[in-house]
């Protein structure tokens, strides 16, 4: 069965740093990956998708992601993180027929000022 | 404006009497999908629809009925609900053009079984 594994559960950051949320899944096809970001109390929204092509997707607000298919990885990264970047993220896989989509456990990232 | 509606965004309820929470969209999206949020757990899918009339199960569909009527409306139906099923329920919704692939989330729904 497919799965989606994030390494870190919470996260704390200095504004400035750099980030790099991890993300393994398990499903032996063609899958299609997202990243879903969380601001407290609000609901989920896209920040980046990967289908096909380039593996180095980016998205909105600075965020990128790199796809390594040998590695079964798609980690999330962002050069310098800001205050308002406080959040869950969710990372999320889905096979080629769009049905079933797994979301991982969420890492809560808290970016102190 | 595009948006995914769910009713009521909070409920307090007591085990055994039966709820429906409400999910709608106005995107005229095929896919809907309802989903439960728990500290530690992250989303889990309870069920989901790929067009008119065609439900399946996600992973975690015990306790929970659904239908799918029509486009727009993908209601969850608890028939007796139970305090274990006390969470943060999202609705969402897609379309299947290819190249699409990003979900509209509800605002949420929280409840309460006592």
């Known amino acids: 069965a497919q799965s989606v594994s994030q390494h870190n559960h919470h996260v704390i950051l200095s504004e400035a740093a750099s980030l790099e949320l991890g993300c393994n899944y398990s499903?032996?096809?063609?899958?299609?990956l997202f990243w879903y970001v969380q601001y407290p109390g609000q609901h989920l929204q896209l920040l980046l998708k990967?289908?096909?092509?380039?593996?180095l997707v980016k998205g909105i607000k600075g965020f990128e992601a790199e796809f390594i298919k040998s590695k079964f990885s798609f980690n999330l990264r962002k050069p310098s993180v800001q205050w308002s970047d406080t959040a869950e993220y969710f990372c999320?896989?889905?096979?080629?027929?769009?049905?079933?989509?797994?979301f991982g456990q969420g890492t809560e990232l808290s970016v102190k000022p | 404006e595009a948006q995914v509606t769910q009713n009521p965004r909070y409920l307090i309820t007591v085990t055994g009497k039966k709820l429906t929470v409400t999910c709608s969209q106005n995107?005229?999206?095929?896919?809907m999908s309802w989903y439960r949020q728990d500290p530690g757990l992250g989303l889990r899918q309870i069920y989901y629809?790929?067009?008119?009339?065609?439900?399946d199960k996600g992973d975690v569909p015990e306790g929970y009925k659904v239908s799918r009527k029509e486009k727009r409306n993908f209601p969850l139906i608890l028939e007796s609900p139970s305090p274990n099923q006390t969470s943060l329920y999202f609705c969402?919704?897609?379309?299947?053009?290819?190249?699409?692939?990003?979900?509209?989330f509800g605002e949420g729904s929280r409840l309460t079984v006592l």
């Open positions: 999320a896989v889905t096979d080629n027929q769009g049905g079933k989509l797994i």
């Open positions: 499903y032996g096809g063609t899958v299609n």
């Open positions: 990967y289908f096909s092509g380039d593996p």
């Open positions: 995107m005229n999206h095929e896919y």
């Open positions: 629809s790929m067009n008119v009339e065609v439900t």
């Open positions: 969402a919704s897609m379309g299947l053009a290819i190249g699409s692939g990003e979900l509209f």
